[in-house]
């Protein structure tokens, strides 16, 4: 749309942008700063993101931002990476969250240039922490062998977070030093994480999709679920729920579809 927009209007618009960085500019601000009812706004907006100046994060009501703040914030994120894995060789990764709060940006900028780092394979999110693609874990020999035996216990029991618990109460464990142990061993997939603190070997998860699929007929039941896997019902629902999400069974009410091999990734994209 052409607005007939003066270079001063989008002077001034660039730098009230620039002085509100990566909280960006409400349509509020506009009006009270600039003087700018919302419809000259809204059309001088348009008019630089198609220039691609800004981006238009909302259009009622209007809020925007320099593209060049999200870059700034991406290069922000990548270099408080960068310097946790410096200074915590050891450490899987930051929390999301606790990033975010960093630079104190709202959530929806900060998942934007989040989302686009992660899309671009630069950032990796693994167990709900965050790392550089480019950089993995390094841990003491003593603590290598500790997750070796984590590991072990995890595919011995399968399943049962009670293996978790008595792990971490043998060893002196404190519940953030597991967390990162478990954190370790999802980024090598060697376990996988589901719901509410589930956590299961890669290996096992593996048989349990082998079973399901030399099931006759293309559903089963929970009871079936059950009968082929051990399970109880406290178990049995947040593992279907995580196959769900893997893509190897569709929900159909009270019955699961059992997606056939080579499908999921198809499934998935659908979604």
């Known amino acids: 749309m052409k607005t007939g927009a003066r270079p001063e209007e989008k002077d001034s618009l660039a730098a009230l942008a620039r002085k509100y960085r990566l909280r960006g500019v409400t349509e509020g601000d506009l009006e009270r700063r600039l003087g700018l009812s919302p419809e000259r706004a809204l059309a001088l907006a348009q008019e630089l993101e198609a220039e691609g100046e800004i981006l238009i994060l909302s259009f009622q009501p209007l809020w925007l931002i ?16 960068e310097r946790h894995h410096r200074n915590r060789p050891s450490d899987p990764g930051l929390p999301a969250d606790r990033l975010r709060k960093r630079f104190s940006a709202p959530r929806q900028i900060f998942s934007l240039a989040l989302k686009s780092l992660l899309k ?7 167990d709900e922490r965050l790392r550089l693609s480019s950089f993995a874990p390094c841990l003491a020999p003593r603590d290598e062998k500790l997750l070796a035996r984590l590991e072990e216990a995890c595919l011995r029991e399968g399943y049962s977070a009670a293996v978790l618990d008595a792990f971490r109460a043998e060893h002196r464990l404190s519940p953030g030093a597991m967390d990162k142990m478990l954190t370790v061993l999802v980024g090598r997939k060697k376990i996988v994480r589901g719901r509410e603190g589930l956590y299961l070997h890669s290996q096992w998860l593996e048989e349990v999709v082998a079973k399901i699929r030399s099931l006759p007929g293309k559903e089963m039941s929970v009871a079936d679920f059950k009968a082929v896997t051990g399970l109880s019902r406290k178990f049995a629902i947040p593992l279907l729920e995580l196959l769900d999400r893997m893509g190897v069974t569709r929900r159909r009410g009270s019955t699961r579809e059992i997606v056939p091999e080579g499908d999921e990734s198809k499934m998935r994209r659908k979604e």
């Open 120 to 126: 671009e394979a630069v950032v990796v999110e693994e």
């Open 66 to 81: 320099l593209r060049s703040s999200i870059e700034i914030l991406r290069t922000k994120i990548k270099d408080a990476l």
